[in-house]
């Protein structure tokens, strides 16, 4: 991944940009994780790499799921809500018969799809609000696809923002040098060193 996002010369191009960017920030923030330390929480949060790398691929595929069924509502979940609420906190950890790998492949397979329906979607067309989820708004009716894009693209940018710091609390890499890995580049001389933790 770039360091900076690329010129961009319409919405569109802006929006696809954008969202492929904070895509790419998974990569790099994973890069050269064991699995073990994939699954680490050595924060205050529960959150860990692997957890937030599964949950921005799951997020991504509900709200595509709505964008692709647009204008219409997608089939409705039949499981009971108690179901779905636990489906949903599972997508935020990493269990131990997952391997980061493995979920980076699905990220990285829902990330080429959810390009490819912002590529050809009409970003009027309406996306109805969900009445059953008790955290959406009950005034509106309807987003745009325009906005779901835009929504995904923060949520990417938030969680992406929770991994740098988690990162960094494993074993002190910060975006630059994990780009520069991952990408086979020297970092420039006023990029800080990987600091190593003083128990690793």
């Known amino acids: 991944m770039p360091a900076l996002?690329?010129?961009?010369?319409?919405e569109r191009s802006a929006l696809r940009e954008y969202l492929a960017y904070h895509q790419s920030a998974y990569f790099a923030v994973s890069y050269g994780l064991s699995d073990e330390q994939a699954r680490l929480t050595p924060t205050v949060?529960?959150?860990?790499?692997?957890?937030?790398?599964?949950?921005?691929?799951?997020?991504?595929?509900?709200?595509?799921?709505?964008?692709?069924?647009?204008?219409d509502a997608p089939p409705k979940d039949p499981r009971p809500f108690e179901e779905i609420s636990r489906d949903f906190a599972?997508?935020?950890?990493?269990?131990?018969?997952e391997t980061l790998a493995g979920l980076l492949d699905a990220f990285k397979a829902q990330n080429a799809e959810s390009?490819?329906?912002?590529?050809?979607?009409?970003?009027d067309a309406k996306v109805p609000v969900p009445e059953d989820i008790p955290w959406f708004p009950k005034?509106?009716?309807?987003?745009?696809?325009?906005?779901?894009?835009?929504h995904v693209i923060n949520e990417?940018?938030?969680?992406?923002?929770?991994?740098?710091?988690?990162?960094e609390s494993i074993d002190g890499a910060t975006m630059y040098e994990l780009?520069?890995?991952?990408?086979?580049?020297e970092p420039r001389p006023w990029v800080t060193p990987w600091r190593k933790r003083a128990d690793s």
Request: no cysteine; proline share 2%.
């Open 5 to 10: 996002a690329r010129p961009v010369t319409d």
């Open 45 to 71: 949060s529960a959150l860990s790499i692997g957890g937030l790398v599964k949950h921005a691929t799951g997020m991504q595929r509900t709200w595509m799921t709505r964008v692709a069924a647009a204008p």
């Open 90 to 97: 599972d997508q935020h950890v990493m269990r131990h018969d």
């Open 115 to 123: 390009l490819r329906l912002f590529e050809t979607a009409d970003l």
């Open 139 to 150: 005034d509106i009716q309807a987003w745009s696809v325009r906005w779901v894009i835009l």
């Open 156 to 167: 990417l940018a938030r969680h992406a923002g929770h991994a740098d710091i988690i990162r």
């Open 179 to 185: 780009i520069a890995g991952l990408e086979n580049w």
